[in-house]
């Protein structure tokens, strides 16, 4: 067990790549039994951190224990209590549903009785039965990354890495694999996860992090960060392109965003900034309150500008 009983403890962890530090001296602490989040855009330092607690990139700087361990010194004692769900999935195309979970259960050294077993228990936990005997490359998106996770569970992982877990989903597949997640967490099982979804990490995480350039800018539970950084509610002006007011509605606000083709309120009160907007004259084409989101806090803290 790591320092405070975390499953995972750094303490100015640094990854360079030549004269470039892709992670810049962070602190992060996951407790056992918590969904713990990565979010930031891309190059913040995300994946780098994911590889540096999955064994399988050396840390260049700061401390790192995971499960106690020094990843430097026990890598593979480390890696056999992980479970890994990687960004892509590569599972095993020519073999069956069943067949990809016995040929994995058996890297761990496990039983043929006990990986059987094993991978009945987690077909029906990925609601993969009826399927156990297809071969994967027909499956839908949603099962097969279903049927990583289930993989990943095949040695009964102490803490789980999942790098992206639902890219590429669609909304019902999405909602299934979180389901599955609330489950495993339900369960006892350590999540850590990266996500682009702020939904995503609104549902499943305890506590998260927000990097960005290699650094974090931010950490605590989601509703904590929407409490500090943004307000209760937004108000949402939309426009026709290139035509937003002129009328002052600063003081409206404890912060106004102008976009193209609305302007963002962000306030106590969304309908009394409204209200108020429109006393001034101000008449946009339509309106929206809604309540403050963790996308809010995202932009507010990497800006709204694409990263490459």
């Given at each position: 067990?790591?320092?405070?009983?975390?499953?995972?403890?750094?303490?100015?962890l640094?990854?360079?790549?030549?004269?470039?530090?892709?992670?810049?001296?962070?602190?992060?602490?996951?407790?056992?039994?918590?969904?713990?989040?990565?979010?930031?855009?891309?190059?913040?330092?995300?994946?780098?951190?994911?590889?540096?607690?999955?064994?399988?990139?050396p840390?260049?700087?700061?401390?790192l224990?995971?499960?106690?361990?020094?990843?430097?010194?026990?890598?593979?004692?480390?890696?056999?209590?992980?479970?890994?769900v990687?960004?892509?999935?590569?599972l095993?195309?020519?073999?069956?549903?069943?067949?990809?979970?016995?040929v994995?259960?058996?890297?761990f050294?496990?039983?043929?009785?006990?990986?059987?077993?094993?991978?009945?228990?987690?077909?029906?936990?990925?609601?993969?039965?009826?399927?156990?005997?297809?071969?994967?490359?027909?499956?839908?998106?949603?099962?097969?990354?279903?049927?990583?996770?289930?993989?990943s569970?095949i040695?009964?992982?102490?803490?789980?890495?999942?790098?992206?877990?639902?890219?590429?989903?669609?909304?019902?597949?999405?909602?299934?694999?979180?389901?599955?997640?609330f489950?495993?967490?339900?369960?006892?099982?350590?999540?850590?996860?990266?996500?682009?979804?702020?939904?995503?990490?609104?549902?499943?995480?305890?506590?998260?992090?927000?990097?960005?350039?290699?650094?974090?800018?931010?950490?605590?539970?989601?509703?904590?960060?929407?409490?500090r950084?943004?307000?209760k509610?937004?108000?949402?002006?939309?426009?026709?392109?290139?035509?937003?007011t002129?009328?002052?509605l600063?003081?409206?606000?404890?912060?106004?965003?102008?976009?193209?083709?609305r302007?963002?309120?962000?306030?106590?009160?969304?309908?009394?900034?409204?209200?108020?907007?429109?006393?001034?004259?101000?008449?946009?084409?339509s309106?929206?309150v809604?309540?403050?989101?963790?996308?809010?806090?995202?932009?507010?803290?990497?800006?709204?500008?694409?990263?490459?």
């Amino acid at each position: 067990m790591g320092d405070n009983g975390a499953l995972v403890h750094a303490r100015g962890l640094v990854k360079r790549f030549g004269d470039f530090a892709a992670v810049d001296g962070i602190d992060v602490e996951v407790r056992r039994g918590e969904a713990f989040g990565f979010l930031g855009p891309n190059g913040a330092g995300k994946s780098s951190t994911m590889r540096m607690v999955g064994c399988v990139s050396p840390r260049s700087g700061g401390e790192l224990t995971v499960l106690g361990m020094d990843p430097d010194r026990d890598g593979p004692s480390i890696r056999a209590r992980l479970g890994v769900v990687p960004q892509q999935d590569n599972l095993d195309a020519e073999l069956t549903v069943r067949q990809n979970l016995h040929v994995y259960g058996r890297y761990f050294g496990l039983s043929k009785a006990d990986v059987r077993a094993k991978a009945t228990e987690l077909l029906d936990f990925a609601q993969l039965t009826e399927r156990a005997d297809d071969e994967v490359e027909p499956l839908s998106g949603g099962m097969k990354r279903r049927l990583t996770i289930a993989r990943s569970l095949i040695n009964d992982p102490d803490l789980m890495l999942l790098d992206e877990p639902t890219t590429g989903l669609d909304p019902q597949a999405r909602h299934l694999l979180w389901d599955r997640l609330f489950r495993l967490k339900h369960d006892g099982v350590t999540l850590i996860l990266t996500t682009h979804y702020m939904d995503e990490a609104e549902q499943l995480c305890d506590r998260l992090v927000v990097m960005d350039s290699g650094r974090i800018v931010a950490e605590g539970s989601p509703g904590e960060l929407i409490n500090r950084y943004a307000t209760k509610e937004v108000l949402e002006l939309r426009f026709p392109p290139g035509q937003t007011t002129e009328r002052p509605l600063d003081d409206l606000a404890e912060r106004v965003e102008v976009l193209p083709d609305r302007i963002l309120l962000y306030a106590a009160d969304g309908e009394a900034a409204l209200a108020a907007a429109h006393e001034r004259g101000v008449r946009p084409t339509s309106s929206l309150v809604r309540r403050s989101t963790l996308e809010d806090v995202f932009l507010h803290l990497t800006g709204r500008s694409l990263v490459d």
